[in-house]
């Protein structure tokens, strides 16, 4: 039977678009705000709208390739392809997996973690993978993405004992997680009955 083989993609082809066509919306607003200027100042310099959309389209192409990430998971292995691998292929099997960690955005980034901790072993110098996502809004955060279910998924089918570990409290979503206790409520605390004294007679 062939494994079926999944294919994460990221940045996707609706966000390649989308900053295109940021781009040529940065470049027509410089072509605008330079025909504002005196035209004195622009005698020896390239048109605005040129320079804006070179700017922009630079900055568009550096994010796309800082945020690029392929990862295919196909039956028990796991290869991925980003910056942070220096744009060369690794590979794992599930059965090499020792723990899931979940790592919360710092503050005023987009961009989540669900880092796969490995077993060392003398054919490779790395010890885990790291899966990103973005965030979102909810209270599954954005969690619940297809990379994570798919990712959590092949691991559990080999080991289900395991469970994602740091998950906001407040998740409810499918990825398995340690059992925590609730919160103590004020109106659910014992509450202390001060003793009575007898009186003596």
Known sequence: MEEREIVFVRPS???LL??????LLVAAFGELLSKEMPTSSLRSAPPFGVVML???????LLMACLSYQRIVIAGSGIRILSVATFFRWRECDVREVTGMRYHHPGF???DQLLVLRLQPAPHRSWNQIEL???????RKCGIDSGLYIEAVTAVTRVQPAFVVENLPWHYNGVLPRAGRQPEP???TLPKTVPKRRRKKR
């Open 54 to 60: 070179f700017f922009a389209g630079f900055n568009f």
């Open 132 to 138: 990103v996502t973005v965030q979102t809004l909810g």
């Open 185 to 187: 409520q004020m109106d």
């Open 108 to 110: 005023r980034q987009i």
């Open 13 to 15: 082809r609706r966000g």
């Open 18 to 23: 989308l900053g295109m066509l940021a781009v």
